[in-house]
């Protein structure tokens, strides 16, 4: 069973970059579809990047293309989420999530929340103006 650890949340102002990192303990990222997802207050989960080792293959929601991006360290088993330009909409709480592969793949349902079976506690992202 794995477990996810989130960090690197706070308090930024608008156009800042910043970076969070999700721990990952118990087995290898490599071995799993990893995701981040996030959610602002009063609105439903919505999933921003996915990652998978096996293939090679990231998934960035349109939402946040070409600002943020799926980072990762084998050697730390360590996930990250690199946030650039960021807005006051990307105020969230931000989870790491993960999933086993079907198949071998993660193109399926890869930003379904409910698709995913191992999740972080959050870490909360407020970015002001």
């Known amino acids: 069973q794995v477990q996810l650890v989130e960090s690197g949340g706070g308090a930024l102002q608008a156009g800042e970059s910043h970076r969070l990192a999700c721990l990952v303990s118990?087995?290898?990222?490599?071995?799993?579809?990893m995701a981040w997802f996030r959610q602002a207050p009063g609105k439903s989960r919505e999933g921003v990047a996915t990652y998978y080792a096996g293939d090679h293959s990231t998934h960035i929601s349109g939402s946040v293309e070409g600002r943020f991006s799926f980072q990762h360290d084998s050697a730390k088993n360590t996930v990250y989420l690199e946030m650039t330009d960021l807005e006051q909409w990307d105020t969230a709480m931000y989870y790491c999530a993960a999933k086993r592969p079907v198949l071998g793949m993660c193109i399926n349902g890869a930003f379904s929340v409910t698709s995913y079976d191992f999740w972080g506690q959050g870490t909360q992202v407020t970015v002001s103006s």
């Open positions: 118990g087995d290898s990222y490599d071995n799993y579809c």
